[in-house]
């Protein structure tokens, strides 16, 4: 995801699920979350911000890495995506979990864009990195919900795989009140408060759509020599509906 608080707004009930059927889970931000204070500098924040997004994965027993982008800086260039391969090529993902390809800002959007690539670049030879040997298969690649589900225009965008996240809401929420810096800073910038509540207000919206109190949305990516079928469905089949 771009920053961190990305994942566990949008997919910390779907990697709750996952871990609890023995994944091992990473969660990868580009950024530190440098820009996110109006009372810390960068280095200070940035500093609060790793320690809280270590926290909530440790949650999950997971792990925290950061490619150490800048917030609104998020850039689709070679130094840049070659970051995000050389965090494939070692973390070596069978399924990416990643921005939606259109949302409200293009930290998001470009996040996407990067990760997108990285899934098959990152398998090729040729593409040659120091210090890193390239993955053999393409990750299962699919894209989270855009931020309250819309795009830039407003514009509703639906995902086609839901997950009942019911069960794992209570850790999905202890995950996200571990950034409470972030909290503060939406405070402060745009008088939001209460994004814990804001967050389990649209997951009621995506259980509405299938029968269940809280669900988070999906979309795969299917486009050629990528994997076509669907792991997290196969992984989670029990809390999984499709919509189409």
Request: with cysteine.
């Amino acid at each position: 995801m771009a920053h961190p608080d990305d994942a566990e707004i949008l997919s910390g009930g779907t990697l709750a699920l996952l871990a609890q059927q023995g994944w091992d889970v990473v969660i990868a931000t580009m950024t530190p979350g440098q820009a996110g204070s109006t009372t810390l500098g960068p280095d200070e924040i940035s500093t609060v911000r790793r320690q809280e997004a270590a926290d909530a994965a440790a949650l999950l027993g997971g792990n925290y890495r950061c490619v150490e982008s800048e917030d609104v800086f998020i850039l689709y260039d070679k130094p840049t995506l070659q970051n995000v391969i050389v965090l494939f090529r070692q973390v070596n993902p069978a399924l990416v979990i990643t921005a939606s390809p259109t949302d409200y800002m293009l930290d998001h959007e470009i996040t996407s864009q990067l990760a997108q690539t990285a899934c098959m670049a990152a398998t090729i030879p040729n593409i040659r990195i120091e210090g890193t040997a390239p993955i053999q298969q393409v990750p299962h690649l699919y894209y989270a919900d855009a931020i309250q589900g819309k795009d830039r225009l407003g514009q509703s965008i639906a995902a086609n795989i839901l997950i009942d996240i019911s069960s794992v809401m209570p850790l999905k929420e202890a995950m996200l009140c571990c950034h409470k810096s972030q909290r503060a800073w939406l405070q402060k910038i745009s008088g939001v408060d209460e994004y814990v509540i804001m967050m389990k207000e649209f997951s009621a919206q995506n259980g509405a759509r299938v029968g269940c109190e809280y669900a988070e949305g999906y979309r795969q990516h299917l486009g050629f020599s990528y994997p076509q079928d669907d792991l997290l469905k196969n992984e989670l089949a029990e809390w999984t509906h499709e919509r189409r």
